[in-house]
């Protein structure tokens, strides 16, 4: 009967083996031992769970799950417990007299290895979501957010050290090191109220492996959402570049220390000089950039004052960088941003040889080049600093082949072009968010809305405008792969304290309770219109001052507060970082057709 039926209800939903073992874990072989009736699963077994999940998991992602209740005789179907239920009934009817299963797969868990044991640790010491941010200097909703699994502070290692510090201490505190020890499985003296092993409770908290993507990406998001425009400099422009190095005319410099004047004394020039362009490119490590904070301080400065003085910078970097380094490159980079003169590639022909390479270049003022031995810059590092004109014309010609090689790595945009962002090339998407989105609003909505905040033609022409380009990249997309959005649900009162914002870039209007209403039905209408398109409530939002959207190619982070600027990120590992914690928040938060129904229908 198993056999027979299995094979029925896979014809049904038109799904593969190779597609019901992807969804199950499994290798396609298992799938054909059952089509075969080599095997036949127990009924209360994991592997039977494992294909009741599988089967109800394909329906409801394919938008199939009718098709699935055709085949699959249900009484209740009001909720994606009761199908599971009657799928496992149906299946195995007549296979075994053993009871069955009580319960289904077991559901995702809604909290990460971190949220959960931050929260087990607040419960044993009996600390508030209110309390510990109070001892963090973070508002209460930065620790829910830790609690529920959204965020984590391991890649702000002061906030990371901050933490486990204060857990510790109050366990301390409280002689609570022998239950401490016993959530960490340790044995009662791995941990004592004198000297509790700080190293070992932030590996149990935390529990990340060193090559796990996620705390670089939330750790780019948090340095994004945090950037301002340049207002006051950390230096003067004497402090920065003194003038005695300003005056060398060395024409060549050795290490660390020797690159980071060379660099003062280039820079300070360029300030003076206020040329037209500043090509950028080096592959060695950036120690020598970011290792020393008043340098760093220096260079901030003056790089300021550079994009400030109307230079435009382009910039090259290594694709074969760790992608660490290369996070902190950009992140390095990032405050300069909003002046719109930064434009960033990444070298698309791998260079890992025995040599670093390393051009900063301003035609017609001057060069600093450097060959090195990978590893030995530090301390044997040679630079030379060339200020003749066939220098500089030879190394101009370089850099621009070098370009020719390169991809646009970073690329900053107006907020409201994110509107554009996959518009002919993006097949799949993911989109995190703090509101409903323009893409989904209906017009009359958004007319509303208009007509509430009394916007001018301009404004009306614009927005109208970007909602129909949004809307047609997200049908798009939901034609042709996936479109899935999180975003949190605001509560009643939110609503009618008029505290829930829309999502209407360079205008301030905060949802209706009627107009929030209008949004959820359409929400539901483009769900049942167009199966690949997804909505996925969130607890609250992940990132509260950013909307992002993540593709396999690109992925684009927008500033929903001043500077409102939208970020483009092209790197392929960037991409694939992303792309890898978006599928972490999709593990832990989606949610089956019917119970976000059940949910968005609360609304209406």
Known sequence: MFTERLNTLMAALEISSP???????????NIDRFRKGVRVPQRDGKSALRIVEALYTYADDAGKTDLLLLTVPCADASSGEQIREALMRWLFEGETDKKAAEKTAEKQQKNSVFGQRLNAVMELTG?????????LHVDSSYISRFRS????????????????SILLEQVCDRNLTTELAALMKLPDSALSPVDADLSAFRNWLFDIAPEDPIPLVMGMLDHIGSITEVKKLPLSFGEAAPADVLAENEPSYFGQAGLRRAVLRFLGGVVQRKPDNLLLYSDQNIEWMVADPFFRAQWGTLMALVVTGGTQIRIIHNIDRDLSEMADAIRSWLPLYPSGMIRSYYNKVPNRGLFSGTLFLCPGFACISGANVRGAEDADGLYRYDTQPAVLAAQETIFRAMLENAGELAHMEPAAGAGRFGKDTITSLTVLGNT???AT?????????LNRAGADDDTRVRLLSLRRERKYVLTRIAQKGFLHEFIPLPSREALQNGSVPMDLPGLSVAYTPEDFAAHVKNVLALSEAYPQYRFFPLP????????????DGTVSVVRLSPPALAFRLSHPELCRAFVSYADGVRSQYKQDRLAVKQELEQYL
């Open 436 to 438: 409903l989105s323009l």
């Open 19 to 29: 597609s019901l073992a992807k969804h199950m874990g499994c290798d396609r072989s």
């Open 441 to 449: 609003m209906p017009e009359e909505t958004l007319l509303s809305a």
């Open 540 to 551: 609250e939002p992940v990132f509260p001052a950013l909307r992002v959207l993540i593709s």
């Open 127 to 135: 600390l508030s979501n209110a309390r510990l941010g109070k001892l």
């Open 149 to 164: 699994g959204l965020r984590s502070p391991v890649a702000n290692h002061r906030m990371a050290d901050s933490l486990c």
